[in-house]
Structure formats: C-alpha cells, structure tokens
C-alpha cells in the first residue's frame, strides 16, 4: 500500500511538472544528455558491477548514477508527452 501511495505522489509531481512546461521547453528536456565524463565513469562502474567487483563507495556513487538517470528518463517522457499534448 506505502509503495502504491508513493507512486501516486511521485506521477502528481511529474504530471504538475509536465503540465507547467512549454512545448520549448520539454523539448529541451527531451535533448538532455549525460556529459561525456560521467558516461564513461557509469560505464567503467556497470562493467565492475557485472564482475562483482565494486567497492561500497563505487556501489554507492552507482546506484546514485542510476537513481539520476532513472528521473532523467522520468522528466524526458513526460516531457515528450506535454508535447504530444500541446501540439494535438
């Protein structure tokens, strides 16, 4: 049930969020990329992961890499969706 009402919270706040931000804007959004430094540092840490090989603090710095790019891929779709929206 916790996990459920947390979900819900978490699509009001993006929906609010996508809901708010102009057809230029989410575009912008959608464009978004991880600078080259830290995409060969995530996939320096992936390959330590798949062998087991990670530190706490890798493990860590990994999971923190993984949480942004999860809301990175969050904020994209709705924004592709707010433009979906507005451009019908």
Known sequence: MAASVAHSVLEQVFDSFADCITPEVARRIEEIQLDPHAQDRINELAV????????PEERAQYEDFIEAIDLLAI??????LAVARKTD
Not at 48 to 55: I, M, R, S, V, Y
């Open 75 to 80: 904020f994209q779709a709705k924004a592709r």
């Open 48 to 55: 330590k992961a798949n062998f087991g090989t990670l530190t």
